[in-house]
């Protein structure tokens, strides 16, 4: 579909590589690493899209046919970003402040060629049940979500058993909400 375009993805998450191929949309990987400190003043729903602007501004000097596109995604509740876990106790405490609530997840894009920059946000409800502390502790030991915002993947074991109920796109939750990604990209 985009076969005139060389689309780089400044990501390194496999999920995000997952929707794009799943999408059709041929890319190369250049992940950046950027410092993820995270400035006071941005309201908590918009530090995804300030994240991800920060990983598409690593390329300052694109070639005519090339596009960044950079995604970063954040898991919200009572006003609180819960980033990725550091160990297996920063993981348990994560699951069990989402168990029985409803939270937000927040994908942030930031979609730039040598012409110009587009960012735009995308957020999705995911309401879990009650999770009891052998679902968690299971979760976390079989599947090691350590490399996941609010410690745990929608498509993984604990997003089948675990979530109820989501309002909005399930691909934003993966961590690219690919139908704005998409519709984006047509207009480049």
Known sequence: MFDDKKIILASKSPRRQMILTEAGIDFIVKAVDITEEICEKIPTFDVAQHLAEKKAMQFPFLH????????????????????????????????????GKTHSVVTGVCIKDMHRVFSFSDTTLVEFKTLTDK??????????????????????????????????????????????????????
């Open 135 to 188: 679902e968690i502790d299971y979760y976390i030991k079989q599947y090691e979500p350590y490399d996941k915002a609010g410690a745990y993947g929608i498509q993984e074991w604990i997003g089948m058993i675990g979530i109820t109920r989501i309002e909005g796109s399930y691909f934003n939750v993966m961590g690219l909400p690919i139908h704005k990604v998409y519709n984006a990209l047509l207009t480049f």
């Open 64 to 99: 005519k046919n090339e596009i960044v596109i950079a995604a970063d995604t954040t898991v919200i509740i009572n006003d609180t970003i819960l980033g990725k876990p550091e160990d297996a106790a920063e993981a348990v405490r994560m699951l069990s402040s989402l168990s």
